[in-house]
């Protein structure tokens, strides 16, 4: 009966509760509570079975206990008092089965030793052979034996104990057999069994709308990530997700949101980037055209004019020829194809040479140049080319920026171990809010000067190869200074 019902029970909820709660779900909605509900399940099977099997444990065992109990206390008053002869032994059990009290909830037989029942509470077993394990058992063994199941009589599920009869204290006459009815057992094992099933069903409903509530709160922010995620990747950037949660989704919603904030502006510079690189190769290309068409109309005996249009053509090649090497540095930067060609080289003698090539075309412009040589010779070890480029972008940038100020400062030495090259301008300086992101690349922040806006970040790349550090301090209206600082390999006494 038991293996039976839950037969059925786990049919029923495994092939209905959880397949049509399958279909309406999908992802991680099903496979959350799918998985869910099978540990629940079979928890709550446990339970119910454990619950069952420990039910019904005591309810046969007691009364299994109480019948033996009375068996026993009835054989020995048979055994003790009631031996004068074998039609005296059966006389007094007519009269026992006759005046037997509780015979309306259990039968009392007495049974010979072939097996068949000689009185009985009930008429219709007499002369019956039960032919059941606990009546064998108590003639053989001489002890109360029990047994469960089916009457062969009434087709009733039954409980039977047997007692041994001893005649003379030795001679086992035959048995007395209390046999009652597992009706009411197994009813009211049924309706525990009930009860326990009805609470399981509504552990398992409390379980699926939990489930699904936790997995809501789950589930629908991520859908609306992935709404989000889907519109950024289709070109809406800047786009931002509502944050509801201060978890791991929040966190997710802030880093997508950071990104999408980073996206937006990558592409905004980029778009700056274009426009200003498209303007930058426009403006010598056009100079260029214009003064060889000027040129080419130009009778050669006006040099002053042609010298004048070769000067300018040089000088816009030569700023055109900048950009595209600095377009071609930041390609490589980009894809980590920028080598360098490491070596011991003297740092002043670069940059020198650097101070040197801008000092004259500076005083042209009315500004002074200023350059504070170290005491010492500095060797360092890192790629002399690179960082010459690196030194006349700053210089550059201080000229575009600071060449108001019309006088620029250069200094070489050494602090902490590390050689430090220097280079201040006297302009209106970087503004507070624009300073954290002036190495950024494409940035070109407010500043209306000529420019790619992947200078610095070139410079501060090839620095940062040579393990050094590039620092930018600037007070807007009083200037800024830019350090580039390098491991200092080697100091040389003059």
Known sequence: MGKQFFRRLRFSLTAGVIRRL????????RRWLINSLAFSLALIFLGIAGYTVGLSMYYYNGLQSALENRSMATANYFSRYI????????????????DFADNDKIEVQFVDTTGRVQVSTARQTVG?????????DAIRFRRVAAWRGIDPLSDEHVLSVSAPLFFGGQEVIGVMRYVTSLSEANRRIVVALTTAV??????????VFMNLYFIGTIVTPIQEINRIAGRIAAGSFGVRIEKKYDDE???????????SAEIAGAERLKAEFISSVSHELRTPLTAITGWSEVLLATPASETAEIHKGVGIILKETTRLSKLVEELLDFTRMESSRMTMLMEPFELGAELEEVIYMYTESLGKEGIALNYTPPDDAITVVGDASRLRQVFLNLLDNAVKHGGGGKRID???????????????????????????FVKRKFYRGKTKARGSG????????????????????SVSGEGTVVRVLLPCQLTINN
Do not use: C, Q, W
């Open 410 to 436: 250069a200094a070489l030495y050494i602090r902490d171990g590390e050689a430090v090259a220097e280079i201040r301008d006297y302009g209106e300086g970087i503004a507070e809010d624009e300073l954290p």
């Open 454 to 473: 992947i200078g610095l970040a070139i410079s501060e790349e090839i620095i940062t190869m040579h393990d050094g550090r590039l620092e930018l301090e």
């Open 249 to 259: 989704i929040g966190e997710l919603v802030d880093t997508i949101n950071n990104m």
């Open 22 to 29: 399958r279909f309406p779900l999908s992802g991680i909605k």
């Open 83 to 98: 031996n004068t002869g074998y039609d005296d032994f059966y006389n007094s059990a007519a009269r026992f089965a006759r």
């Open 198 to 207: 009805g609470i399981g069903l509504a552990l398992i409903v409390f379980i």
């Open 128 to 136: 019956f052979s039960p032919l059941t394990g606990d009546i064998n």
